[in-house]
C-alpha cells in the first residue's frame, strides 16, 4: 500500500469528508493522550507515595525527618541516617566524578586526537550501559576486598589526622558506596558535558587563539567559561541519578543506619534502606514510614533534576522556555 | 593539559575494563549447559542454573514493551509532528524529569498500584513497571528522530492530499523507522538490567512462571540474591549471570550502532 493510495478522490461525498476529519482528530487525540502520560504518572507517582505515607506523615510530622533512630521493632522511625547517607555518599561521588568526567570530556571534545574520539565516545556508552547489579557485584567481591587491604589503610595511615580518616576498617562503607556510585555517574556526567562542550561555537575558540592565547587558555577562557551554566547543568543531572542510585550501593555501603564521622564506617542510603525492608514488611506504621522514605527521596530528586534540566534547557536552547 | 586531561580518560575506562575483565574471568568458568537449562538447586546446594530467570527477563522485556512502546512512540510522534510549544515544553520537561526519578520509587508505586490490588507479586507489575520506565526514554528518542525528517517529506505527502494522520504514520514515521527501533532497543538494553523496581513487582521465583500473574525470576534478580548469599556455589553462579545479562545489553547496543552506523541517506537517524 502506497503513499499513493488515499481515500479521498477530488470529489468527496460529505460522508468522507466527515470520516476523515474524524480520523484526523482522533489519531490527534490519542497521540496527545500518550504524550500527556508522561505528566500523569509524575502526578500518578506523587499521590501514590503521598497516599502510602499518610497515616505517618500525621503521626511523626517533621520529627520524621530530624530523628535519628531507626527502630522498627519499637516503632521509632527517624529518617535522619538514611538522608546523611544519601547526601555524603552523593557528594563523595561528586568530588571524585566530577572533575574525572569534566576532564574527559575536555579531552574528547578538544584534545583528544580524530580517529581516536569515536572509540572512546562507544567506550564511555558501554559503561553506562553496564547494569548497576553487576556493579555491585563487582563492588562486593573485588573493590570492596580490594579498598580493605589497599587503598583504606594507605588512607588512614596518610590522612588519619582527619576524623573522616579515622576508626576501623570494615571495607563495607560510606567512602566504597560514594566511589561506586561516582563510577556509575561518570559516564552521564561525561556525555552531557561532551554535548555541551560540542555545542561551544568554534567562534569563541578561534578569537581567543586570534588574541595569542595559550590552548590552555583558550580552554579556560572560552570554552570553560562560556559552558559553565551547562556543565553545571550535567553535574547537578548527575546528582540525580547519584542520590537515586540504589543495587550498586546498597550491596557495598553496609546498611547501618548510623551518623559517623568516618566515611570508614558503615552507612545506609534512603533508596538502600526501602530495598532491603519494603518487600518484607506488612501494612503497618513500618511500612507507612518506608513510603514517607520514598517520598523524601522523590522529592529529593524531582528538585535537582528539574534544576538540571532547566539549566541545561536555558543553555542550549533558550528560544523553547516557557517564558 | 593534554596529559591531565587524558589522564582523566583512562580514570573513567578503568573500572569498565576491570569490570568486564573480571565477569568475563569469572563468569566464563562459571557457565555450562546446566546453566541455561536448569531450574535453581535448593539454597545451599551445588549446581542448577538459572534457565528460568533468563526466560523470565525475555518475558518481563516483553511485556514492558507491550506498554512502553506504544506509549512512547505515539508521545514522541505527537511532541514532533503537533506544534503547541507551550505544552510540548511541559511533557518534554515532565519526561525528562520522569527519566531522573529512581527506579526504586517506581518499584514502590507500582506496588501500591498493581501488586496490592492483586494481592500478590507478579509478572504483570513487573512488566508494567519496566513498561513505565521505558516510556519517557522511548518518547524522547522518538521525538529526536522525528524531527530529523525532512520537512519537504511532511509538505509533499500532503500536497498529494494524505491525510495529516497518514502522512505522519507512512511517510514521515516510516523514514525515521531505523532512528525509532534504535530508540527502543536502548530503552530495553536500559531496563534489562533495572533491578530495584522488579523488588516489589516481579519478586523473583525459584520455578517456572506458570501464569502472569505469579512471581516471575528475572536474570538481576537473581543476580543480586545469589550475590548477597553465603554460599561460594552461588557466587559462581552469580558471575555466571552477569556475564548472560552483560552480553545480553553489550549485543543489543552493538546491534544499535550497527543500525545507525549505515546512514539511510534520509536523515533516518544519527
Redesign the interface.
Known sequence: MG??T?E?PPAVAPGALWR?AA??RV??W???L??????A??F??GC??A??SQPALRKFGWRFLAGTDWDPVNEQFGALPFIFGTLVSSVIALVIAV??????A???T???PQWLRPA?T??????A??????????G???MVPWLREHLFSWLRGALGFVPLFQGPIYGVSMLAGGIIIA?MI??II?SVSREVLRSVPGLQREAAYALGAT??EV?RIAVLSYAKRGLFGAVI?GL??A?????AVT?VIGNRPEIAASLFAPGYTL?SV??NE??ETPPSVHLEA??EI?LV??GI??L???L??LLL?AFSRPA???S | MQAVTCACALLVLLPLALVFYQVLKSGIGALNWAFFTQLPKPVGEAGGGMANAIVGTIELLGLAALLGVPVGVCGGLFLSEYGYPRLNWWVRFAADVLNGVPSIIWGMVVCALVVVPMKGFSAWAGGIVLGFIMIPLIMRATEEVLRLVPHGYREAALALGIPLWRAILQIVARTALKGIVTGILLALARVAGETAPLLFTAFGNRYWNHHLSEPIAALPLQIFNYAISPYEDSHRQAWAGALVLLLMVAIINITVRALTRERPGNGGCD
Request: glycine share 6%; no cysteine; aromatic share 8%.
Open positions: 503513499p499513493m488515499t479521498s476523515r480520523s484526523e489519531f490527534k490519542l497521540t496527545l500518550m504524550a500527556l502520560s508522561v505528566i504518572l509524575i500518578i507517582i501514590e507515595l497516599r502510602g572533575p574525572l568526567s569534566i576532564g574527559t575536555l579531552y574528547l578538544e584534545l583528544a572512546l562507544l567506550f564511555i556508552e558501554l559503561l550501559a553496564v547494569p548497576s547489579v553487576i556493579l555491585g557485584l563487582w562486593i567481591f573485588i563510577i561518570l559516564p561525561t590552548r590552555w580552554t543531572l540525580g541519578r542520590l537515586g542510585e540504589t543495587m550491596m533508596a526501602v530495598a519494603f518487600t518506608l513510603f520514598g527521596l522523590l530528586t524531582l535537582v533534576n528539574a538540571a534540566r534547557a523553547l522556555s516557557p
